[in-house]
């Protein structure tokens, strides 16, 4: 059997069979409520709830310092910073004054020093001018003033370019890379010290196994007398040192000398000396024939 309605059947209201009372449970109470006080809701503001004048205060500008606040007053009136308007100046920095000195008295105590500062200028502007001698100028009272708050100005503008600049954890992060230790490969640091020290170890090795040869020379000591005999005749003396050959090797050298005190022995040549520490000539002892 097909319970779905046709168009030619009326239709009729489910809810029309349900008593008057369903009807305004259904309805929403207040669909706005003003807070919640432990999880209820409250459509309407309590007629005993208490409010301290104190309890919500909003300061629109923070200043930090009494320098600071003077230099806001004069920007804000386009006054001439080196041609201050002392009175009103004045008065509405001892306004600003006021409302901080009846907030906290330990705030306000910096700001009263500015205060009488201001209040003494003013007095002393108030004051007949003293004639100042030929070619100097009179001396502003406000110019000690006038100093302090455009080197104010200018620290307080450098402060707010360095607070532009990127700040690492405010502007950007440092990138962190994590990588295992057992992965890492740690070469060591070689400073050029460490590499002269071992090619000087690596020469010292290299001369321990060097191979040493020695070859025995046949050399006559009778050969060696025939050349010194030689190299007399014809001249009378000979220096000692002239009858050695120096680039013929030790073992030639000493074959010559023992072939000269051969020949000595035999007499047939002779060496003489003048004096002590003289030089040494050899010459033959006999004449040729």
Same mark, same amino acid.
């Given at each position: ?74 920007? %804000? ?6 041609d201050i308007p002392m009175a009103e100046l004045t008065r509405q920095y001892l306004g600003y004054v006021e409302q ?29 001018? %003293? ?31 360095? @607070? ?64 010194v005999l030689r190299r007399l005749q014809g001249r009378r003396f000979v220096e000692f040192a002239e009858l050695f ?43 040729? @024939?």
């Amino acid at each position: 059997m097909n319970d779905t309605p046709t168009l030619d059947e009326p239709l009729t209201d489910p809810l029309a069979d349900r008593p008057t009372g369903a009807l305004e449970l259904l309805e929403p109470v207040d669909p706005v409520a003003f807070a919640r006080l432990y999880g209820e809701p409250l459509f309407a503001l309590p007629t005993d709830l208490y409010i301290p004048p104190d309890a919500l205060e909003i300061f629109l500008d923070a200043f930090e310092g009494p320098l600071d606040l003077l230099l806001y007053l004069i920007r %804000r009136q386009n006054f001439n910073i080196l041609d201050i308007p002392m009175a009103e100046l004045t008065r509405q920095y001892l306004g600003y004054v006021e409302q901080v000195r009846a907030r906290s008295l330990e705030l306000a105590s910096e700001y009263l020093l500015m205060a009488a500062m201001l209040i003494e200028i003013k007095s002393r502007m108030l004051l007949p001018q %003293r004639q100042a001698a030929a070619g100097e100028e009179v001396e502003d009272p406000r110019a000690e003033l006038v100093r302090r708050l455009l080197e104010y100005e200018q620290i307080k503008i450098a402060s707010r370019q360095l @607070a532009q600049a990127p700040q690492l954890g405010r502007d950007f992060l440092a990138a962190q890379v994590h990588v295992e230790q057992a992965q890492q490969l740690r070469l060591p640091d070689v400073a050029a010290s460490e590499l002269q020290q071992a090619w000087r170890d690596i020469l010292r090795r290299a001369k321990l196994v060097q191979h040493h040869r020695i070859s025995r020379e046949a050399l006559s000591v009778r050969e060696h007398m025939s050349l010194v005999l030689r190299r007399l005749q014809g001249r009378r003396f000979v220096e000692f040192a002239e009858l050695f050959e120096l680039d013929q090797g030790v073992p030639v050298l000493v074959v010559t000398f023992i072939a000269m005190l051969e020949l000595a022995k035999e007499t047939l040549i002779e060496i003489t000396q003048a004096e002590a520490f003289a030089p040494i000539y050899v010459r033959l002892a006999y004449t040729p @024939a």
